[in-house]
């Protein structure tokens, strides 16, 4: 089900163009097929011959460019852009990306997925100084470590940020006379360069940006390594190489498009991996199986062709977004949950059902896809998780920061299965997972970061070490 | 893959509910269900004990209704609602839809789906007898009929006027002391009845309107029917007994969505019948089979399953909306149409692929997603459609009153074939399309409507007819 | 002191163009002009060689209007366009004008300035006889009249509808082959024709609205003319003989701007008189003269140059519209009214005021303004009113339809002067009044509708005569 | 005439209120008063116990407050806001303010109505050091000037900041303990101090703002003087005491509300006298004295009375806004300065006019003015301007920077005479005007700047010498 539902959100998604007459236009379309990563605001910077242009607002990419005017004025063969995730409050157009800082010496536009770790220190020692902050943002820290460089070439400033700042973060930078990608040293975030007819070169969160923009697959970014586009071409470059891949497994579980590929795996691919590893796991006898729409359909059909169980469409789930806000009474909210996802009677009536989703935070709305699916007749409710059980926040660009908002952090799955309210429950198990994707870095996990799953963060956790300590003495109790 | 882009339109869904406090915003919840049926303009009048209120604008529910002050206005305990299909131009609030007509002596609020075949006679008629209509909606003429009509009781004037309308319609009126639902004799368009645990009457175009107001299915609204509903209950009346039941097909193939029943047919199950069959009348050795989200997806989970072909996930649908506008340059408008559908290259590259979708019109869209699948490897592409080539206008109620924007009227299946570029193309039969709905009614088909198909049109065509004839002799090449 | 506070509404503005290559912009600023007559709404009636272009919307004319976009498509070199007063609540865009009626034979566009008085009659006959009336606009009778007509031409359809409409109206109407004005037998409301440059001819209510567009002023439209015009020039016809003037003084006093001629007097030049007049009738010793902007700021300065009393500015209007809905606690509520009115300590305090007023309906906004006076230190605050006391509703187009709005219907000078908390108040007589505007018609009062001071109505009050019985018995008190 | 025209902008509008429950409420009132000062942008920040809220946004108030709910979030019993003037292009809402800053250890709002005249240095230098800017405005620069003093205490810190930035400045800072007001060294902005009854303090750029808040006057902030404002009442610091008064003297003439005193005189009587004594030293014989509207009618009456000829409406303003992107032929483009300004034919028709206007700028304005005056009749147009000729440009927060738009400095009274088509043209004199203003302070003029007439700028000009001393030799032509 949806997200917002959910509460697993995303950080971002960024895109960045060189070389294209109709470079903001080009971002447009690559950040459309990146707006699954974030829905609260986008914006686009371009560059003209050394002129940079910003536009950015709240809102989806359809009405932040309403009509043609901003992309008008986005002028130049150079762009890019951002899209940021939902948060309840703090909606400010400030926190909007990418941010267009304009220096007596220079302009530079700067978009960030991910999350740093040290950012409070950081950002502390940086006011201490005399530094001014004009977002919550912790992508403008990058900035000031960059102007209060004493290093002697912008480059070598940038090194010198990049390596103060810590924790999850994919950037692309827009200066003048040249675009910039850069990549943390464990890779958490995906992010892939490809190439246009033309010769432009482009930079995306996900392939299904380069796909859309009509340009072929180049190479994905390394951990620790610096890209540097401009007329020229590219030249890479590192700011570290002590790095150690450790991409973020839910981007392959539930954040990705399913037609992106990740370190030359292909998320649907994968997901139905998961589902058919799962099949293995966690059979049951069953008549049909079933996927939450949309994220955890792959796999559905997984878990249904290994285990030779039919695939149906037992939910539905509406295309049209409805207001929030029209739930008033406690009756109707009831029915404010079927707008978004409706149970088909005439498929799940009287039947064993085996019910595929990609993960369960809360729990609360996967209660209420089982009961959906128990009004609408069906006899049995198996719940199957295509996941291990999510038992450990995210510091590295997930919104997930505390053990509170985890089910399973203080529940065991016979727990979880009384409160979902379904006849059976299994968790794919942490192997599994690692299989169904199948990296194979040099590195824990082939090169996934599992965190979520079993607390083995990949890296120190600075300032939220002492939160996270806090956060392991919880009990908290959901329902 | 979107209707836009298929020109194949729906003209409206309707909804009603008596005896809820909440009225307007349990129509307000039964229209989003409807929201894939007209997405132009929506509205509600709703009655407070007697008094109208009423509200209506172009676009979306969501953006019709901002926020709660619309819906606070409408109040009452009883409401219709209507949502309208999306045509270019005309975008005009007047022909939005339930019109309130305040008389001196009262109010009627009025919301109709389907199309008259007579409607420009009426009309020039009713002018000359000095009538002034204020939309270009043909749904006006009702209301003169009924106020010019000399019978005794609104009702016999109600009857009076619904036997001088001929073609396709589902009508819900609000009277001050009750609803009324009609349907043409008929049947071209699906009504159905349902009651809230309260006790509260639903009408809706569709069944998947009354699962989200948590309403039971009561029964179908009949052909010649006239359903009144008030504080007493309801009571069945009858403009005609000479019906017979012609349920438009394409409900069943395209427009409904699958969670709904028509007939106590379900519609995703009359879809997966109609890839089974597809898959006995038109095999093909292949790797996978995938299906054009989102309407196409239970015929090809019916293909798979009758082929033992596994069902693959190569084409993504992006659940985000674009601006159709940002489709500037030659070289830009090819990625515009990727914005709303991709080809998963890790899935499809290097294989042979059956590709089902519910129906060709243009073969615009058909040609376009075989490109995008070849383009992202597809070693053959092999077209499959669940239903029969489209021939022949429709004037009940689709959007498609010239054989010119149908392909098949003028081309045979290889020519199409070639046109599209897929390796192979094969259409369901028209019995298979019969058999995979499987109604049983007295009628031709079962009770289907095969018009689009054959020709067999149920009915006179009265004002269309000259129309119709001209368009035969049509031979349109559309490349 | 704005009109919303003294609740003295005219119905509306009114204008037309024929022979302009740029018609809807020609109309555009003629409206602009008219703005003061009404700010509910607006719209704009194109012909662009027989077919017949509209847009209204609710708001201001600015507002309508807001960008290129909806004048570019109101193509065509004739039209009319009209300003719809505020009134509270009932804000449906259906009321708003010209109503664009599109028959099977022909189009009319039409706008009305005025009130009838026989409407309720007309439109209760008009439904029983089938009518549909789809605002609650007196103005669509005129349509249906027509329509209804069984004359042989459309002027002789014209003539019979014109001659069943009973009150006061000032006509606009677009048809595809001319442009039409008529003005009722009486003359209540202004209507001028001017010729432009180019030789195209403009209507307007408000000679101001012709200097806008350019035009020199050819004649007033007389009672119970019809005006035709088209490419051939100017045609006078007449659907009554028995026409007596009787133009509405309101117009001179209040709601005309003062840089309109009506009748050939200047409306400033009126207004001068008026205040020269009263300061005859009602001197006063004073250290200076003060007018209530802005409609009184003519007939202060009279007032002094009469008296030799010097006129200072010593109340200010602020030029920006503040939201009345930010007034919510009673402290502030205060305040909310110092918004749009000023008093100027450095100017009064200490001294004796003259504070001229046009007119006083409830008596509300005087108080409030002799309050601003006296806290900003006047020792005394004597109020002189340029008109007669406003005794009786009108029913010819001014939205005072009942007597308990008018404080003085109630209650002598002497309890007025208390309740407004001044140190002495006087009216202008009748005669001062009619004097200072001067109009010469064999006519009662010169040509002049007296009705609001002394209930001496120049024509039957049919559907009104009951409520007006009524009203004479109520003894409302104000405070 | 407006002054979009004349393109003689003031920088800005402040206030500020400490000790009031509805202080956003206070803040909004006092700000709809200040209107006149900045249309571009308007913004709000709130203090509720220590924690800062903020909104802004482009336009105008009403605009940007457009209904309760902005006003609803901003909590807190202290407020300031700020009205920023409009400029074309450069809308961007960064450079709205107050600006809202948050530190790790504190939170400061800030406004600011001025210009500083080393902002390009101090920047450059800021900047140098590392610090990033966020907007445009030269407002910034006193945070950052704050948070890198070395200083102790936060009033050291701002003491240090103060003195650093030159030029014409009045701020009004929020910080959760205190609000504080500050006045550049001449004072060149009014600044006032006001006391509520509740006992709330009210700081504002003009008096007309404590009016409305009903606020009454206590004293004016002082040249150099730091007023620091809390819950135990005011306490007065300075950062400098070498000050001199240099009252900005066009705040006489044009900019300030005629109902505000500034150093204890009002506005209106200062005009007043402006108009009088320019009659004394440039009289003639003519029929009528007429005032531009809105800003010249106080010393057009003054010119009156002082000359015994009558004081006539000659020209009517628009009160309603007409949208200026309206305007596309050459033939309309001339109607469009119409819908601002109409002269009344029907008093000025062959008489001899004197006209009388606050100021020239370009020319431009005057000679439309003088053109519709004589297209209405006008037999002869006297111009009479009640302040010198504008020959420099001004550096302390007036809108013109350069000398080419100023007519009057290349080009002597009797060019502009014939530039502006009027048949005599005087000004006022220098004397006159220090005169009419009668300030007493104990420095050159009394107290006022004079430098737009004669150049003599009471400071060095910084980072502006450069640029004024190259406008001083360019002798552009206007026409």
Redesign the interface.
Known sequence: MSYEVKSLNEECGIFGVWGHP?AA??T??GL??L??RGQEGAGIVSNDGGKLYGYRELG???EV????RQ?AQLKGNAAIGHVRYATAGNGS?DNIQPFL?????CSVGLAHNGNLTNACSL??QL????????S?SDT?IL??LI??SKKDTWLNQLKDALNQVKGGFAYILMREDCMIAALDANGFRPLAIGKMKNGAYVVASET?AL????AAFVRDVQPGEIIIINDEGITIEHFTKETQHAICSMEYVYFA???S?IAG?????AR?NMGRILATEAPVNADMVIGVP?SS??AA?GYA?ASGI????GL?K??????T??Q??Q??R???V??KL??????VAGKKVIMVDDSIVRGTTSRRIVDLLKEAGAKEVHVRIASPPLKYPCFYGIDIQTRKELIAANHSVEEIRQVIGADSLSYLSEEGLIDAIGLDFDAPYGGLCMAYFNGDYPTPLYDYEEKYQASLKEQTSFF
Request: net charge negative.
């Open positions: 109709d236009r080009v447009y379309f459309h097929s707006q699954h989806l990419l359809s460019f309403k009509d043609d992309l157009v800082f304009k220096f007596y010496d950002r502390t006011e201490r100084e005399g530094a001014i902050f004009h919550n403008e900035m000031h102007r209060k299904c796909e859309v923009s009509g498009r399913p037609d590929n795996v292909n998320v649907h691919t139905k949309n359909l792959s059909s062709e039919p695939y149906e469409l539905v509406n295309q049209y977004v409805a207001r806000f029209i008033p009474t009756e109707l009831e029915q404010g079927r707008m409706s149970a088909v009677r005439g498929v």
